[in-house]
């Protein structure tokens, strides 16, 4: 029992809520962990506003949220086992992130929450491995390398190398759109 904070500055939104993560939800498993609500006021508040459905996937649509406007990730890493923490910064959309999602969901329908955090980490990092982008997607590397070979049959990722060493980048095509050639190159 306590008080819900929500705290809106030139940074971003952070909203706490008093107690930990309801058992079983860590920060390693909070997109693939089944959906519960410990507060039921806070469970309607957000649902009220958009952020979650009546069944109480709210974590991916945050997620989902930020990232199909090429938004940073939410911030769950303040949470401690008194709070629940999520900090989503007040960055300015990515247009051309934007616009790729929207192109690619016009002509094979709505995008995944897999492939949005792996076209987001690739943006930010470049370069990363199956095993890498597993840490992100929280899910077996077989799923994401399936995830990740779907994204590049659409020619959104680019292959680098053969199997345990492979690696994946945003294609050139992704980055001649958004007139970043040069960034490809490097």
Known sequence: MGAVHVKLDTDGMTISNPGGFVEGV?????????????????ADIIKRIGLAERTGRGIDRIFEGMLRYGRPLPDYSMSTSYTVSVWMAAAVADLDFLHMVITREEQLGAMPIDSLIILSRLRDER???TAELAKSVQKPE?????????????????AHGSKRGRSYTLSVKVYQKSG?????VR
Do not use: H, W
């Open 26 to 42: 860590t920060l390693e498993n909070l997109l693939v962990a089944d959906p519960r609500s410990r507060n039921p006021l806070l």
């Open 127 to 129: 370069r990363l491995t």
């Open 142 to 158: 077989t799923v994401v390398r399936a995830a990740v070979e779907k994204l590049v049959e659409a020619s959104l990722i680019e």
């Open 180 to 184: 970043q050639k040069a960034e490809y």
